[in-house]
């Protein structure tokens, strides 16, 4: 995603020129005021920070809010962050990161570190182990034929893990992307799926993204 998709749309928030944007790929949950569990509980879900300032977030998301929801996101290396959603994006969503100004100096200290080390911990990808996808967006496939579209939080030859509106019980047979696996594991913000024969390291990110 390019920094100038996530700028688009109405309802912009203009910002002092001295606030530094930089473009990431950042995992982390974040859970939305409107989207909760049958005992009233917030629902959190996997996503991935995709360019930031000191004043705003752009998450790529499997589940959307509205204009002014709030949001509360907690993105590796940088912690909590909550605020309103500002704008929609097409996969995901802008937050006005609502901190005092001192919190604000520190988030954009946060900000400043990550940008001078973004590109030195690229995953490794060798073999079996996990690696993110340059795309994230996938699609799940029900056995009753409905598709759902989906955040992969990582993957591998043998599996991937998943985040999504909908979460299997563990044993459900799906299609993610071309792959078909089961359900193994639960855990906060989404689900484990086994793939039920092992990929290609070579051809596994395009069967499962469709690229």
């Known amino acids: ?25 950042i995992p982390g949950q974040y859970s939305v005021a409107d989207r909760r569990n049958a005992r009233g509980e917030r629902r959190v879900f996997a996503c991935r920070a995709v360019y930031l300032s000191a004043h705003e977030i752009g998450l790529a998301a499997p589940v959307s809010g509205k204009v002014g929801e709030r949001v509360v996101a907690d993105i590796n290396n940088l912690g909590k962050l909550e605020g309103p959603i500002v704008r929609l994006l097409k996969q995901g969503f802008v937050i006005s990161i609502a901190v005092g100004e001192e919190e604000r100096n520190g988030l954009a200290a946060k900000i ?3 940008e001078s080390h973004k590109n030195h ?23 009753d034929g409905s598709v759902e ?8 030859v043998a599996g991937a893990a998943i985040s999504a509106d909908t979460v299997p019980p563990i044993r459900t047979v799906l299609g993610v992307g071309g792959v078909v696996g089961r359900v193994v594991r639960h855990f906060v913000g989404g689900f484990a799926v086994q793939f039920i024969e092992r990929q290609s390291r070579n051809t596994v990110e395009a069967m499962v993204i469709g690229e």
Request: hydrophobic letters at 40%; charged letters at 20%; aromatic letters at 6%.
């Open 121 to 143: 911990d690229t995953p490794n990808q060798r073999g079996g182990e996990r690696f993110i996808p340059a795309n994230p967006y996938s699609k799940i496939i029900f056995s």
């Open 112 to 114: 400043a570190w990550v």
């Open 149 to 156: 579209t989906c955040l992969i939080v990582d993957l591998s």
């Open 1 to 25: 995603m390019s920094l100038d998709q996530a700028e688009c749309g109405d309802g912009a928030v203009v910002e002092p020129q001295r606030d530094v944007r930089v473009i990431v790929s």
